[in-house]
């Protein structure tokens, strides 16, 4: 698809609200953005099962480790629907992930920071699940059929993981002097770099305005970033828990709630490579895929028998 004509066409059909299938004719370069977008949520939902994952054994009880379980599986779930979804425009999976694991492709930053304590797996679930829905609620309308579908169902579980995380902090926030400490801490430490998974400010974001036009994405990160702001407000408020931004007021004009300079050094730093455990996540995943080579191998030996035993029956 190059001529203007097909182009013009194509942006007709997102402007008229269509999906596009993964047959249909694109232009080469929404498929390319597609894949790196697509990619980079799959490998962050497989990166982000490491920091919950350290805290299974160590859950405070059998029904907080069922639930823990039960989540972190779930996020190996939206990996693999989202490489499935990736492979539907032509990519090979094990490209996608070797580029992750050996070259340059990104993962969310905020799966680089270290969960210190118990509490940290309750702000996961409240605040960094809750940002992952009000983007992947966007992206649930997203103009690509297989992504859009693939984020409505992620968005369901992902409720759970934040209602789960949110009852949590709550009764940590109302308990001993010391769970008190402990929660606010964990929020103190996972507030900003929450603000940075919405991405870049919009003047520094050089994929937005491309992925709206074709409804990638229908939302900008900022706008993401305020709606996010405007309903953690109210429930930080509803269980006595401090949001750690002096800067935090009520604007009367725009009905939203302003907020203080976002550490962008930090987060350019994380999204290089520099922050506190990028290194430690590669490490854990290269680990992970390299031993599990013959699982892979023997998996990929059985579909060719099957196969094979299957073409001779018929
Ligand atoms: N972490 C790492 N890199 C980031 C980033 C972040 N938080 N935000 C932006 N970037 C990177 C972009 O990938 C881009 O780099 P590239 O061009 O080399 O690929 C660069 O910074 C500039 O950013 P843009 O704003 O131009 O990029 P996008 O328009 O693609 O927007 C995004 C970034 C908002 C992350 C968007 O890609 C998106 O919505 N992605 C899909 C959702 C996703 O990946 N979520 C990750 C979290 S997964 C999760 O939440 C799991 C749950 O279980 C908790």
Same mark, same amino acid.
């Given at each position: 698809?190059?001529?203007?004509?097909?182009?013009?066409?194509?942006?007709?059909?997102?402007?008229?609200?269509?999906?596009?299938?993964?047959?249909?004719?694109?232009?080469?370069?929404?498929?390319?953005?597609?894949?790196?977008?697509?990619?980079?949520?799959?490998?962050?939902?497989?990166?982000?099962?490491?920091?919950?994952?350290?805290?299974?054994?160590?859950?405070?009880?059998?029904?907080?480790?069922?639930?823990?379980?039960?989540?972190?599986?779930?996020?190996?779930?939206?990996?693999?629907?989202?490489?499935?979804?990736?492979?539907?425009?032509?990519?090979?999976?094990?490209?996608?992930?070797?580029?992750?694991?050996?070259?340059?492709?990104?993962?969310?930053?905020?799966?680089?920071?270290?969960?210190?304590?118990?509490?940290?797996?309750?702000? $996961?679930?409240?605040?960094?699940?809750?940002?992952?829905?009000?983007?992947?609620? &966007? %992206? @649930? !309308?997203?103009?690509? /059929?297989?992504?859009?579908?693939?984020?409505?169902? $992620?968005?369901?579980?992902?409720?759970?993981?934040?209602?789960?995380?949110?009852? &949590? %902090? @709550? !009764?940590?926030?109302? /308990?001993?002097?010391?769970?008190?400490?402990?929660?606010?801490?964990?929020?103190?430490?996972?507030?900003?770099?929450?603000?940075?998974?919405?991405?870049?400010?919009?003047?520094?974001?050089?994929?937005?305005?491309?992925?709206?036009?074709?409804?990638?994405?229908?939302?900008?990160?900022?706008?993401?970033?305020?709606?996010?702001?405007?309903?953690?407000?109210?429930?930080?408020?509803?269980?006595?828990?401090?949001?750690?931004?002096?800067?935090?007021?009520?604007?009367?004009?725009?009905?939203?709630?302003?907020?203080?300079?976002?550490?962008?050094?930090?987060?350019?730093?994380?999204?290089?490579?520099?922050?506190?455990?990028?290194?430690?996540?590669?490490?854990?995943?290269?680990?992970?895929?390299?031993?599990?080579?013959?699982?892979?191998?023997?998996?990929?030996?059985?579909?060719?028998?099957?196969?094979?035993?299957?073409?001779?029956?018929?």
């Amino acid at each position: 698809m190059n001529t203007e004509q097909e182009l013009k066409q194509f942006q007709e059909r997102i402007d008229n609200g269509e999906k596009i299938e993964p047959k249909d004719a694109m232009p080469e370069r929404y498929r390319k953005q597609l894949i790196r977008m697509m990619s980079q949520h799959a490998h962050s939902e497989i990166v982000g099962m490491l920091p919950e994952g350290n805290w299974i054994t160590r859950a405070p009880s059998l029904k907080r480790k069922m639930v823990l379980l039960a989540k972190v599986q779930d996020e190996a779930g939206h990996g693999l629907y989202l490489y499935s979804a990736t492979e539907t425009l032509g990519a090979r999976r094990q490209d996608l992930v070797e580029d992750y694991l050996y070259g340059s492709a990104k993962y969310s930053s905020i799966f680089n920071y270290p969960t210190l304590t118990y509490a940290d797996i309750c702000v $996961i679930g409240w605040l960094v699940d809750g940002a992952a829905i009000v983007n992947q609620t &966007m %992206l @649930a !309308k997203s103009s690509y /059929g297989p992504y859009a579908r693939a984020n409505l169902r $992620i968005c369901k579980e992902e409720s759970f993981h934040k209602k789960q995380g949110y009852e &949590m %902090l @709550a !009764k940590m926030a109302s /308990g001993t002097p010391e769970q008190q400490k402990m929660a606010q801490d964990a929020v103190n430490r996972w507030w900003w770099p929450t603000l940075m998974m919405f991405g870049p400010h919009d003047s520094d974001s050089p994929n937005s305005a491309e992925l709206i036009r074709w409804g990638v994405k229908t939302k900008t990160n900022d706008e993401l970033r305020v709606h996010f702001v405007d309903r953690m407000v109210m429930e930080a408020e509803a269980i006595g828990i401090t949001l750690p931004d002096p800067d935090l007021r009520y604007n009367e004009e725009t009905g939203h709630w302003d907020f203080g300079l976002i550490p962008w050094d930090e987060f350019w730093s994380v999204v290089k490579g520099d922050g506190p455990m990028n290194r430690e996540r590669i490490r854990a995943r290269r680990h992970a895929y390299e031993e599990g080579a013959w699982v892979r191998e023997a998996a990929t030996e059985y579909a060719r028998k099957q196969r094979l035993r299957a073409e001779k029956a018929s």
